[in-house]
């Protein structure tokens, strides 16, 4: 192991392919430009990261792609194969027929042969070239689960993703996508952080075999969006200090020691390396029951996918009872 590299944890998904527990986040608002973002994800290649986790909607993952390629050329990675990659399909592909065109024109971006995670964005199908989230009723599609995961399972049967999953599934949703998939989901990520600790969701993934992953465990702090909850709450503080840790440290520490996946988001170098620095200690019981206190805030309803007249009339309707 090189100097200053960590070495990261990793985990058997039900497919039987390994994931790192903890990935790199790669979307941003405003996304800076590739000759800015492909140095950025060689840092974060350089200080340890092996699991990045891009999207169609985030315009990231040719920038990622790049990144990849001169890692390789540079022998930052001895190969493609040290890397776990996760995609992901947006809302206006969400139709079993857009499917595997959507997946080949993300890998065509990556540069890559293979994702080796491919998640289902939202449950949510939304009619093509449809920007935002000001939706009218004429730009919602019903979602076909069924059919779209059939087509997601011939992904992973051509071994263009090695493991197939989704993102912001509830338990029920996940309940319907089980009862007719052959091959179940390997994760689902979602929002998770300690202001909004999604134990229903997470306890019921575990007894499913599905890994969890949580976006936003800092709680996108500075977003147009989010909660500052995490960053400048007053428990993570109080435990930040005594323990000697920062507050991200002990926010993504404790996602982790739920048995979930943080994927956190930094461009800078020195909190990258901070945000590895999280596998050798532990929280004390007694921290872990403070933080158990912390008042329950969904960062992102997505409010944008409910609408009167489309499939999701409210924001129960979305999220179910989780």
């Known amino acids: 192991m090189e100097k200053g590299k960590r070495i990261i944890p990793e985990v058997a998904l ?4 390994k994931m790192p527990m903890i990935g790199f986040g ?7 430009p590739p000759e800015i973002l492909i140095p950025i994800f060689l840092d974060a290649i350089e200080v340890g990261f092996r699991h990045f986790d891009t999207a169609s909607l985030y315009g990231s993952e040719e920038a990622l792609g790049g990144a990849v390629k001169e890692a390789i050329e540079r022998g ?7 890397l776990f990659i996760t ?9 079993p027929h857009l499917v595997l065109p959507s997946l080949k024109n993300t890998l065509q971006r990556l540069g890559l042969e293979y994702v080796d995670l491919y998640l289902i964005h939202f449950p949510v199908a939304l009619r093509q070239g449809v920007v935002g989230y000001n939706l009218t009723k004429d730009d919602f599609h019903p979602f076909d689960m069924k059919g779209t995961w059939e087509v997601m399972e011939e992904c992973s049967r051509l071994g263009l993703a090695k493991s197939i999953g ?3 599934f509830s338990s029920k949703k996940l309940s319907q996508l089980l009862e007719h998939a052959t091959i179940p989901p390997a994760a689902n990520q979602v929002e998770m952080h300690v202001a909004w600790r999604q134990k229903k969701l997470v306890g019921f993934c575990k007894e499913k075999g599905i890994l969890a992953c949580a976006w936003s465990p800092l709680g996108a702090n500075g977003a ?7 960053m400048d709450g007053p428990v993570l503080k109080e435990i930040s200090a005594s323990k000697g840790k920062s507050v991200a440290q002990i926010a993504l520490r404790w996602v982790y020691e739920q048995g979930v996946c943080p994927i956190v988001k930094s461009f800078n170098k ?6 590895l620095e999280i596998f050798e200690w532990e929280l004390s019981q007694e921290e872990v029951n403070k933080i158990e206190q912390i008042p329950q805030f969904r960062g992102q ?7 009167e007249e489309g499939p999701y009339k409210s924001l129960e309707d979305l999220w179910d009872d989780d």
């Open 166 to 168: 989704v993102s912001n």
């Open 87 to 95: 995609s992901k399909l947006w809302c206006t592909e969400n139709q």
């Open 14 to 17: 039900n497919s039987g392919h």
């Open 224 to 230: 147009s969006w989010g909660t500052l909850a995490v």
């Open 76 to 82: 930052l990675i001895k190969g493609r194969e040290e």
């Open 270 to 275: 020195e909190r990258m390396k901070q945000n």
């Open 301 to 307: 309803p997505a409010s944008g996918f409910v609408h």
């Open 26 to 32: 790669t979307a941003a608002i405003p996304l800076p």
